[in-house]
């Protein structure tokens, strides 16, 4: 017989574990550590000596030279610097690695984006180990090193990351969560956490695409590209056969992300061309926010392996599917019950009815910071583009909850829930089982079965963020829900009954955010005006909701965030959309400039040149209809270069950031939506052998 291979052989073998604490600590500090991060007990210098030194022996053990704490800036991807374990004492070379070392390091926090809340001068700042996260090893050309989860402050205190926003929000809704669960009597539960999932959507192309492609290089979207005769329209890649070449890949993701401790359930294609999705297990929400920022570095490296490159943009292509992380949100007590598990009788369930009700009410209260919490230059291409949610955030809740909760809001009666199956009529074939719910692909925020899906995250980003959102407005959902049962238990016989009538109360209050239908059909959006939803059209619009009152009284409440450090977000995200939206601006103008210019200016000679060599006749009018034309778009060509040009140097000078972003919102995009009308019209117009950028056939069509 041949070898057995094992999918998990290797699993976390890179990460360092419970039976590598084991292997490593005495007895009394493996059980102290765990307590740290199970218990969330405070780390103790003594046990951080010990931890660190196990982390050193074993890191040595597997080839790491150096350390580094893992953090996550406010903007951009995550961050890192390394130190060696290597130091000379008295001229002799020796390895150390101390607790003080493991728990704290300073990167300089200076040239890090802070909004406002640290002077370039003030250099100083702190990363703290997060031990709830456990440290890995990350594999370099030749040797490895030890990577520690961190957080990140400054010198006064301030949050400088997301990681903290993360583990404050999670403590503050599963914090209210068991507060919740008590009023219902149980007494078994002794914590709730949040469990997520986010499904990562991307495309590969050809590395050498890349290299040939000025906008993919340096903004990581096309801004100029001729749709291709076939794209999308066959639906033929979605779920269909994976090539060997993307399996390659894949399982080389795959195999990477078994060492580091990250399991995935399901690989595909996705509908666009060279499109395709990872979906995770589910796993703490902590551990999901480092494992999918560890996941997008993986894919990066494994790519460039196999002569491809990852696309995470929100929108890489125009006029074809973007990308984007279904966030899949719920929450589960210590006991391993899911909080969001409608159970075989949903109406009996009122647990189950207060924590839906309790999440109804925070997205009626705060849609709109959902959809803050996902703006950016990128998603802004996505959102609302007949493959993402609009920027209208609603509920679907599925046809048999909502007439559920109908019923319970006019106080009708419903036969219980019984779990249907489909008969598929052969006689070997068992039948199917029917969930709760169906499926509602437009929707931004979707209850599908046990969980949340919250579809509006866009590929590229940190998941901390809306993650932060969402634990926030559940945590004021469930305080809300609590406050109506206290009114309502003065005249109910149990509390089940003054939580029924709670869920009434709330079902009345929060009708106006549930919504079953298209979410893309034109006629919600003018209903969805009329019930007087939010509907932010693009970022700078949105992220003035963060400064609305009641959003930060939500973050300060909840201890998540102060007023300062809001604002300073407010203005991180700013910066990056002014950033981003100039930087293309001006690569868009350098294109038109070295290469669309050219190409249209050759074309029109060839043309002028065969009109002249020419006898009189038709021809010869079609040629000099065909010279005018091109003419013609060598002038709109010019203009457009011109006013992207006057657009980037307008919002470069303008001294206001918030009137820069506005401006950049409406005008700026305007210019780069004209210019690239244009390229994309000179593209189809001159002959191949002088077009000198990869087309979109070839990007997407070609291996």
């Known amino acids: 017989m041949g070898q ?16 590598k604490m084991a292997q490593y600590l005495s007895k009394e500090a493996c059980k102290s550590i765990c307590n740290v991060i199970e218990q969330k007990e405070r780390l103790t210098p003594d046990l951080a000596d010990q931890v660190a030194h196990a982390m050193k022996e074993w890191a040595l053990d597997n080839n790491a030279t150096h350390f580094t704490h893992w953090f996550q800036p406010m903007r951009g991807p995550t961050a890192e610097k390394h130190d060696a374990f290597l130091t000379l004492d008295d001229g002799e070379a020796m390895e150390r690695f101390s607790g003080s070392q493991l728990a704290q390091s300073e990167p300089d926090a200076s040239s890090f984006p802070s909004g406002g809340m640290r002077s370039t001068f003030e250099a100083r700042g702190y990363t703290a180990w997060d031990a709830t996260s456990p440290v890995f090893l990350a594999q370099g050309d030749k040797r490895r090193t030890l990577v520690i989860p961190s957080v990140y402050l400054s010198y006064t205190g301030e949050v400088l990351d997301l990681k903290t926003q993360v583990l404050r929000s999670n403590a503050a809704v599963e914090d209210i969560a068991l507060k919740m669960l008590k009023r219902f009597g149980n007494r078994t539960a002794k914590g709730v956490k949040v469990t997520v999932g986010p499904e990562q959507e991307y495309f590969l192309i050809a590395k050498d695409y890349l290299d040939k492609r000025l906008d993919l290089l340096l903004t990581g979207r096309t801004l100029l590209g001729a749709a291709s005769a076939k794209h999308q329209q066959f639906e033929d890649h979605y779920f269909g056969a994976i090539r060997p070449n993307v399996i390659g890949f894949m399982e080389d993701v795959d195999e990477t992300l078994a060492e580091r401790g990250i399991a995935f359930k399901t690989r595909h294609n996705e509908v666009a061309p060279h499109q395709y999705e990872l979906a995770p297990t589910f796993v703490e929400s902590n551990l999901a926010v480092d494992h999918n920022l560890q996941v997008m570095d993986v894919m990066q490296r494994v790519a460039e392996k196999h002569g491809l490159t990852v696309l995470f943009a929100d929108k890489p292509f125009a006029g074809i599917n973007g990308s984007g992380k279904h966030l899949n949100w719920s929450l589960q007590d210590s006991t391993g019950a899911n909080l969001f598990e409608p159970g075989e009788a949903p109406k009996r369930n009122i647990q189950f009815l207060t924590f839906l009700s309790a999440m109804l009410i925070g ?16 998603n802004d291409h996505r959102l609302g583009a007949n493959e993402a949610p609009p920027a209208i955030m609603s509920v679907y809740i599925g046809g ?7 019923a319970i809001e006019e106080q009708k009666d419903i036969a219980d829930l019984e779990k249907g199956t489909l008969d598929i009529n052969v006689k070997h074939m068992p039948g199917v089982k029917l969930d709760s719910t169906d499926r509602n692909r437009t929707s931004p925020v979707a209850f599908t079965g046990n969980k949340f899906e919250f579809r509006a995250v ?6 901390g963020e809306a993650l932060t959102v969402l634990n926030l407005i ?3 959902g469930l305080q809300a829900m609590l406050d109506k049962i206290d009114k309502f238990a003065k005249d109910a016989p149990s509390v089940k009954e003054a939580a029924l009538a709670a869920v009434n109360e709330a079902l009345r209050e929060t009708k106006r955010v549930r919504f079953d239908g298209n979410n893309y059909d034109p006629a919600w959006h003018a209903e969805a005006e009329r019930r007087g939803l939010p509907n932010a059209k693009n970022t700078p619009e949105a992220l003035y909701t963060y400064l609305q009152k009641d959003v930060v009284d939500l973050y300060e ?3 998540v965030l102060k007023h300062k450090e809001i604002d300073a977000k407010v203005e991180v995200r700013r910066e990056a959309y002014k950033k981003v939206k100039i930087l293309e601006l001006d690569v868009l103008q350098e294109i038109c400039r070295t290469a669309v210019l050219p190409a249209l200016a050759e074309q029109i000679r060839r043309y002028s040149d065969t009109e002249k060599s020419m006898p009189a006749g038709r021809g010869k009018g079609v040629m000099q209809t065909k010279v005018n034309l091109l003419s013609d778009l060598l002038w709109r060509l010019d203009e457009g270069v011109r006013k992207a040009g006057k657009a980037a140097e307008d919002a470069e000078a303008n001294p206001s950031l918030e009137e820069s972003v506005k401006y950049l ?6 210019a780069l939506a004209d210019l690239r009308t244009v390229c994309d019209e000179v593209e189809r117009e001159v002959d191949d052998d002088l077009w000198p950028l990869p087309k979109y056939w070839e990007m997407l069509h070609l291996h």
């Open 363 to 378: 997205v009626n209260k705060f849609s709109g910071l959902l959809r803050a919490s996902v703006a950016d230059a990128g």
């Open 4 to 19: 057995v291979i094992r999918s998990f052989e290797n699993f976390g073998a890179a990460v360092f574990t419970r039976d």
């Open 458 to 463: 866009g590929s590229d980003q940190n998941i």
């Open 665 to 670: 919102g409406d005008v700026g995009a305007a």
């Open 474 to 476: 559940m945590a004021y």
């Open 557 to 559: 409440h909840a201890g």
């Open 400 to 406: 048999y909850l909502d007439a559920l909760l109908n």
